[in-house]
């Protein structure tokens, strides 16, 4: 039997259970942001991965949150529920380890709004499948213990409660390292997200997670989720790549620089990173200044958009290099573009529409025709959530 087939399988059913070797702050404390690297070990797991590949981790929620909702509720947190495993356990537990406590869902909200009687009629209407847009507005910065603050009559029955709860999920962060780099590690590069509404502290789950909950002891359940779309060419190719990463999308480019050093990659390569201040947010600075000072990276364009009057972005350094952009995608550049999907990718890609009009002397028709063609041809590969 070969080697491979004796490796372990880690997935959702069976984690990889890691334990966390480092982190350390990549924002400065100016930062309006707080962003970490961490450092998972894997010693002796037999996991491996690409760069390209995502980690997901599946956290537990914040006991604090557990405990307020138990309060909202009514319980003392011993009472015995089913799990999504078919076995039982106390509610406190359940609730901290294996049922998503956050966003409600309609299944949630309707058992509610129908246990509320007439005080629910109101939120009730919102349910209506003409109201989406109206349910989304409503539910913007709400979870669950709010919709049980609602309605403080209604009585749950544990069971019951527990019974209308979705299945904690994981979370897939973008790897930012190489194996052939860093053996038996795999990096992260995350941003922990908090935020205040309705008067409470709302908390990531998983963000948090990392930030405040994990320690060297700490039992991280994790798997390799495969990025087959999203890999840089062999290295003998002289293929150009160009990458886009602004904020935490940066990840997976440290982890595919990290691989061209290891394995000699031929190519030219083209980094583009934004964030809000480079003092506080040029995240892993000194790793890219020394790849461009060493000849890693041929190109390093930067945009901190609050570091002058009007606000730079990713896709306006695109645009003030658009010959040269085009001249490297006439020369058969994969564009690679991580990170968020409702703002940024938009405006990268409207951008990259923009300079194969103006650059490459195309109608709107004929760069949307290029466009489709690189997709076609795995020359534009987006890893955006």
């Known amino acids: 039997m070969s080697q491979e087939a004796n490796k372990p399988v880690f997935n959702r059913k069976n984690p990889l259970v890691a334990k966390l070797k480092r982190a350390e702050m990549l924002t400065k404390p100016g930062s309006g942001k707080d962003t970490r690297h961490y450092e998972i070990d894997l010693l002796g797991s037999g996991l491996t991965f690409e760069p390209g590949d995502s980690l997901a981790v599946l956290p537990t929620n914040c006991p604090e949150i557990v405990d307020d909702l138990l309060k909202a509720l009514g319980f003392s947190g011993d009472e015995i529920v089913p799990l999504p495993d078919k076995t039982e356990g106390p509610i406190r537990e359940a609730l901290i380890n294996a049922y998503a406590i956050t966003t409600p869902d309609k299944k949630f909200m309707s058992a509610a709004v129908e246990k509320a009687g007439a005080a629910g009629a109101e939120l009730g209407a919102l349910l209506d499948k003409e109201k989406k847009a109206e349910l989304a507005d409503f539910l913007w910065g709400r979870e669950i213990i709010d919709i049980v603050d609602m309605f403080p009559e209604v009585k749950w029955e544990p069971a019951e409660f527990v019974g209308l709860m979705k299945k904690l999920n994981v979370r897939l962060y973008s790897i930012a390292s190489s194996l052939r780099a860093f053996p038996d590690q795999v990096h992260l590069t995350v941003a922990t997200v908090t935020w205040e509404s309705f008067g409470r502290k709302r908390k990531g789950v998983c ?81 890219f200044e020394a790849a461009l000072k060493d000849g890693l990276l041929d190109r390093l364009d930067l945009a901190f958009s609050r570091d002058q009057e009007h606000k730079i972005y990713v896709q306006h350094r695109m645009l003030e290099n658009a010959d040269e952009f085009w001249k490297w995608l006439e020369e058969g550049a994969i564009f690679y573009v991580c990170g968020d999907a409702s703002r940024m990718a938009n405006d990268v890609d409207k951008a990259l529409h923009e300079i194969i009009e103006k650059a490459g002397g195309k109608t709107p028709e004929e760069a949307a025709e290029y466009v489709a063609q690189m997709k076609k041809d795995k020359r534009y590969r987006r890893d955006v959530y």
């Open 207 to 287: 963000t948090t997670f990392l930030a405040d909950r994990c320690d060297g002891d700490t039992p991280i359940p994790c798997f390799i989720t495969p990025g087959k779309g999203f890999r840089l060419p062999a290295p003998e190719e002289d293929t150009p790549i160009i990458m886009c990463g602004p904020g935490t999308g940066i990840a997976p480019f440290r982890a595919f620089l990290q691989e061209r050093a290891s394995t000699g990659a031929k190519g030219k390569a083209w980094l583009f990173f934004g964030d809000q201040t480079r003092a506080n947010d040029y995240l892993y600075e000194e790793e």
